[in-house]
């Protein structure tokens, strides 16, 4: 498949807000059971979910760039029951609202209780929010996903893999982006993230090379036999019906060599798990707290290639009716 | 229940590309809008089309066999693009079983593209939205044509009537009795789509010729074998005329 640059953002810049906000939550759930000093003031969560709130929003602009027609965008909501772009599409700004909430009621100090569990412990708002807002992210990790390995003949995509990959990815970043936002926010809390982050990534690193290898074991369902349904071995593509380009020479290739697909797949493993690994863990000894900032980008660089790959592997069996030119 | 579909019998196409000339006329004139060209006559000329013949080569030399093979959307029975479709502009119809696009509701993600295993659909890029072969829905229920013509130009086009159409959930419709005689398939049966539109194989056609061939067996009167031999001695033709 072609790999459409808003595509490749919108996934990698939801998944680290969607990250960022998990790895908030954790914060305070942590400080809520006394694992952790509750973070000074209210400002690392507020300015925290005004992060997470960027880069959902900036997920979503994006997205508008791979519509031909993004006027209309407000069409996508009606067709929830079958189809999982359509519930990205309301899943997404869902998730905006309720970390734009949280925000919000850290920032005014909001926190009425709405209930008390028989233990004693108080539900107050910004904890019923957080519980909304992380069934929510994983409900996007989730959406996001299934637009992908939804589709039966794209095979290299058709794996729970690529669910859990969308997850511990976003994940990961989202942790590392916490991590060197709490560098700046809440310096107690920069190895508890980076720990996380490290973690994640880790797992991740473990998730997607079992998805590579996997995608390397594939053989393909469909070929020119049963493309075409002529049963004999040897059949070959004369003339695939016109000179020059279409959509379907375009949209489903990325238009590189094996060699550039190799590279980006070394590039993959080395920014989004590597490096990034090797800061956090040098974090985490004490060296100084800017190699998190560094990790972070690397790490979401390294996404994009990620990405990238993710899309250029994906081989459609269209593409058996389009081989040869005349 | 009615399905429409086309059925192609790849024995007697000839790959003319008729099928594909008509088919971009007709919907390129249409209530919908042009179908977009680009630099028709530059270098690299591109453009939406419905409907491609392809050429494709059998065996190995000498012994080939080229199979030109049209494609266009199949109809499926059970379409995978249209459940992904967000908006719902990718519907099937529930009379007669055609896949269509509504253009007005598209939003041009292409995702339904990505969804269709054959690559039947083919964006505008001058209109953003998908587009796809419709069968010729605004031809087939045409009141105002003449009843021969209700049908997809494609198939008025063919000039060797390797193209049928008909309703295949009819069991007497010609289509039906097409695919059943001479074992039509469909395409990549491995994905489950059940497409409606059917190929009907190449087929041998060798020739026999039987002694009542030669001899005429349907001559009523039987005198074939009756008539007169005359011996060379007895007098020629030219004799009997010249009486």
């Known amino acids: 498949m072609r790999p459409d640059l808003s595509v490749l953002l919108l996934t990698t810049l939801i998944g680290a807000g969607q990250g960022l906000f998990l790895a908030l939550f954790t914060v305070q759930l942590y400080a809520l059971a006394g694992l952790l000093p509750p973070p000074s003031g209210h400002a690392f969560y507020a300015h925290g979910s005004l992060i997470a709130l960027a880069f959902l929003v900036g997920g979503l602009i994006a997205s508008f760039f791979h519509l031909g027609r993004p006027e209309r965008a407000w069409r996508t909501a009606a067709k929830w029951r079958t189809s999982w772009l359509s519930r990205e599409v309301i899943v997404l700004p869902a998730l905006m609202g309720v970390v734009f909430l949280y925000g919000t009621a850290h920032l005014a100090g909001w926190t009425p209780v709405l209930a008390t569990l028989p233990s004693g412990l108080a539900i107050d708002a910004t904890l019923a929010l957080g519980t909304a807002g992380t069934v929510l992210a994983f409900a996007l990790f989730v959406c996001t996903a299934m637009i992908y390995a939804c589709l039966p003949f794209l095979r290299e995509w058709a794996s729970p893999l690529t669910v859990l990959n969308y997850t511990l990815l976003g994940g990961a970043s989202g942790f590392t982006l916490a991590a060197a936002f709490a560098v700046a926010a809440a310096p107690e809390l920069t190895r508890f993230l980076a720990g996380w982050a490290f973690v994640l990534t880790l797992l991740g690193a473990v998730s997607r090379v079992a998805s590579l290898i996997r995608n390397a074991r594939l053989k393909p369902k469909s070929t020119l036999q049963t493309a075409i349904g002529i049963k004999h071995p040897r059949i070959a593509q004369k003339s695939m019906g016109f000179l020059g380009g279409s959509f379907n020479t375009r949209e489903f290739f990325h238009g590189r060599s094996g060699a550039v697909l190799r590279s980006v797949k070394w590039v993959f493993l080395l920014a989004a798990f590597a490096v990034p690994l090797t800061l956090l863990a040098l974090a985490g000894f004490g060296a100084p707290a800017g190699l998190l900032v560094a990790a972070f980008f690397v790490q979401y660089l390294g996404l994009l290639a990620e990405r990238w790959f993710f899309f250029a592997q994906a081989n459609h069996p269209q593409n058996l009716y389009y081989q040869a030119v005349a | ?243």
């Open chain 2, 1 to 243: 229940m009615t399905q429409l579909a086309l059925v192609i019998d790849l024995n007697v196409c000839v790959g003319c590309h008729a099928c594909v000339t008509s088919c971009k006329q007709w919907n390129t004139s249409g209530a919908a809008g042009p179908l977009a060209d680009f630099e028709p006559y530059g270098k690299d000329p591109t453009g939406a089309f419905f409907n491609r013949v392809q050429t494709f080569e059998v065996g190995e030399f000498p012994n080939t066999q080229t199979v030109h093979f049209p494609k266009s959307c199949l109809h499926c029975e059970d379409p995978p693009c249209v459940p992904v479709c967000p908006t719902g502009a990718s519907y099937k119809r529930e009379a007669d079983g055609i896949v269509l696009v509504d253009y007005d509701k598209c939003i041009g993600c292409k995702y339904c593209s990505w969804a269709c295993p054959y690559g039947a659909r083919e964006v505008d890029e001058e209109r953003k939205v998908m587009t796809k072969c419709t069968l010729c829905v605004d031809r087939i229920y045409d009141q105002t044509l003449p009843e021969g013509e209700r049908r997809p130009a494609c198939v008025m086009a063919c000039p060797t009537s390797a193209r049928l159409f008909g309703d295949i959930h009819d069991p007497e419709s010609v289509v039906s009795q097409a695919i059943r005689d001479n074992a039509g398939y469909q395409l990549m049966p491995e994905w489950g789509t059940h497409p409606a539109n059917h190929y009907l194989p190449r087929r041998k056609t060798p020739m026999h010729i039987h002694e009542d061939e030669l001899a005429r067996t349907d001559n009523p009167l039987k005198v074939d074998g009756l008539l007169p031999k005359p011996a060379k001695s007895e007098p020629s033709l030219d004799d009997v005329m010249s009486w």
